[in-house]
């Protein structure tokens, strides 16, 4: 199974549609949706997670689990009952965000010191939906370190959560290099429970050792998919070489025809500069209309020039 990961401010419901148009993802999780003291309404799901509308799915058919963070048991059982009325597949529960004003607020990987909450939310997620919509989670190793990975593992598994994916960092790692993926090893040696490793897989050798080394047979990819999007059907065996610039060309005008109709106007030719950036990584010829369109803002432009 190839995961979609959730990047906030990156990877929202616009690249998660052309990504899985790309094919070879089985699943992806949502940006995490933010639950502080309140019951949301419904309209602030669909917001995030439009995909909701359509049967929680989307244009390529794959399947979208949102995911929520928070640290207040009641109100994040309340909030998954409500959310499960939009009858996704899954809820997913948010314990690896290293942002400092999430973890500021009691939201995210602070919550690693504490597995005995962590296990409170995850039960009370567990019994506030019903038996068919599936709850996972997704840790790090640790806050400032990876002494408790297996005290959240286990928390997490023995409140009937599903799945867990651990990201081979602590919150004190952030996003360096390199993701420790051996660390998921012990998680995986000890708890009967579906594991999905993630963290640092930009290539199929790097998902290869991440498999090996975690002993985990599911991944979870993010930034690498950005900046490949043929990365899941080459992980999957479906594909031998990447995708070439000229298939790719059309996917991204159908993302930036999807931003000019969604996003504000001074945000639209950022967002398309931002995935040009990532995509440097993999082209070539991204690197040389990133160069070219670098001080370039007004979309039509931007349009012109790239398509």
């Known amino acids: 199974m190839i995961v979609l990961a959730p990047m906030e401010g990156l990877l929202d419901h616009i690249l998660r549609d052309v990504l899985t148009r790309v094919g070879g993802v089985d699943r992806c999780v949502s940006e995490f949706i933010r639950v502080t003291d309140q019951l949301l309404p419904s309209r602030v799901f669909t917001r995030i997670v439009p995909e909701l509308k359509t049967g929680g799915r989307t244009a390529a058919g794959v399947p979208v689990h949102p995911q929520l963070l ?29 942002a400092k004003c999430v973890n500021r607020h009691r939201g995210g990987a602070v919550l690693l010191d504490e597995p005995e909450l962590i296990h409170a939310i995850v039960a009370a997620v567990r019994r506030a939906v019903p038996a068919d919509v599936m709850v996972s989670a997704k840790m790090r190793l640790g806050f400032m370190d990876d002494s408790r990975t297996l005290d959240v593992a286990r928390a997490i598994h023995e409140a009937g959560a599903s799945e867990i994916v651990v990201h081979a960092r602590t919150k004190a790692d952030g996003y360096k290099p390199p993701a420790y993926w051996e660390r998921i090893a012990a998680v995986r040696e000890a708890l009967p429970i579906t594991l999905i490793a993630n963290g640092e897989i930009w290539t199929v050798e790097h998902a290869e050792l991440a498999r090996e080394r975690s002993g985990c047979e599911h991944l979870m990819l993010g930034r690498g998919m950005v900046a490949d999007p043929g990365l899941a059907l080459r992980v999957a065996g479906a594909r031998a070489t990447p995708l070439p610039w000229g298939e790719l060309l059309p996917l991204m005008r159908l993302f930036f025809d999807q931003v000019r109709a969604t996003v504000a106007p001074r945000h639209q030719g950022g967002r398309l500069k931002q995935w040009l950036h990532y995509l440097k990584r993999a082209y070539p010829e991204a690197e040389a209309a990133y160069a070219a369109l670098r001080t370039v803002n007004a979309a039509d432009e931007l349009a012109l020039r790239l398509f």
């Open 70 to 98: 928070g640290s207040d048991v009641q109100c994040m059982a309340e909030n998954a009952a409500r959310l499960a009325e939009l009858k996704p597949e899954g809820i997913d529960l948010n314990f690896g965000c290293p």
